[in-house]
Nanobody, 121 residues
């Protein structure tokens, strides 16, 4: 079992910044990709940003230049720095990770519980 716990959501005015953090714990052998997804009301969950173990990043077009994803492999954490926030960034943000558990004998994919980000205009 690998658990992900997010923190850092909240309410911010348009143009402001927020930083989301996510920590993985449990029977972790290694973590491959980590990422952030979001889901707005009535919308499908979408990828916001992802980062490989080696640091290769991928961003949704809508957040390029405004959001930055980073990770600390030693601490099994991932963060999302969100700048120049817009009302359309309002959503529940979910942390995601996949890798190996149980001493490398089994793969896992885990999700956090989600954290609300609300951007007011």
């Amino acid at each position: 079992q690998v658990q992900l716990v997010e923190s850092g959501g909240g309410l911010v005015q348009a143009g402001g910044s927020l930083r989301l953090s996510c920590a993985a714990s449990g029977s972790i052998y290694s973590i491959n990709a980590m990422g952030w997804y979001r889901q707005a009301p009535g919308q499908q969950r979408e990828l916001v940003a992802s980062i490989s173990r080696g640091g290769t990043t991928n961003y949704a077009d809508s957040v390029k230049g405004r959001f930055t994803i980073s990770r600390d492999n030693a601490k099994n954490t991932v963060a999302l720095q969100m700048n120049s926030l817009k009302p359309e960034d309002t959503a529940v943000y979910y942390c995601n990770a996949d890798g190996w558990t149980d001493w490398g004998t089994r793969t896992f994919t885990s999700w956090g519980q989600g954290t609300q980000v609300t951007v007011s205009s």
